[in-house]
């Protein structure tokens, strides 16, 4: 069973639109979270972390995490074509040096801005 | 901007043959990994290394050997090539530094005949 899933699959929005993406664990084990996206043809980029309770913005993309439900979630505000990308979210136990500090992987959403 | 490169970009081998996949990181970040990449199956971690000389398995090491020989190096070497390791591999570096952010390299798009 995947330990990290997102969803959706697929997304398409307008230019300037809002695009929104979920990330489910399984494992309450789970502290710290990331978000990151690839470009077709390049590896992926981090946009950003979450790693307490509540929202952190960042210029047009907020996430929020909420380690009750085990849910984080990351929003684009005034979508581009150039955010068009896959998004990965990423998760770990733990930071430090050791087995736990893998980062366990999502599946992605395919994000679709059309102009 | 913290800058990790692959080589070779592309390969196409032989099934049973030896492929070695380099890559070089120039973040100063003890920590290296690498990943392959399906259709469907997101980012799998191969091998990982904390420091030189020394490497972990991870979620799916049969079938590849790593090797950090320093800092700034780490290989993944593929000694029986096979079918089914067709895919693009990935090489990334983080830090405590960097807020342990992952730096991806570009790519390795491996396909095994």
């Known amino acids: 069973q995947q330990k990290v899933q997102q969803s959706p699959e697929s997304l398409s929005v307008p230019e300037g639109g809002m695009a929104s993406f979920n990330c489910t664990s399984s494992d309450r084990n789970f502290q710290y979270f990331w978000w990151y996206r690839q470009h077709s043809g390049e590896g992926p980029k981090a946009l950003m972390s979450i790693f307490s309770d509540g929202d952190k913005k960042e210029g047009r993309f907020t996430a929020h995490l909420n380690k009750a439900s085990l849910h984080v979630s990351l929003h684009i505000r005034d979508s581009q074509p150039s955010d068009s990308a896959l998004y990965f979210c990423a998760a770990s136990e733990d930071l430090n040096v050791g087995d736990n500090s893998k980062l366990i992987w999502g599946l992605g959403t395919s994000l679709v801005v059309n102009p | 901007e913290a800058a990790v490169t692959q080589s070779p970009r592309s390969k196409v081998a032989v099934t049973g043959g030896k492929v070695t996949l380099s890559c070089h990181q120039t973040?100063?970040?003890?920590?290296m990994y690498w990943y392959r990449q399906d259709t469907g199956h997101g980012l799998r971690l191969i091998h990982y290394s904390y420091v030189a000389d020394s490497t972990e398995k991870g979620d799916i090491p049969d079938g590849y050997k790593a090797s950090r020989p320093s800092q700034e190096n780490f290989s993944l070497i593929l000694e029986l090539a096979s079918l089914s390791q067709t895919a693009v591999y990935f090489c990334?570096?983080?830090?405590?530094?960097?807020?342990?952010?992952?730096?991806f390299g570009p790519g390795t798009r491996l396909t095994v005949l």
């Open positions: 990334a570096s983080s830090d405590a530094g960097d807020s342990y952010e992952q730096y």
């Open positions: 973040n100063n970040h003890d920590y």
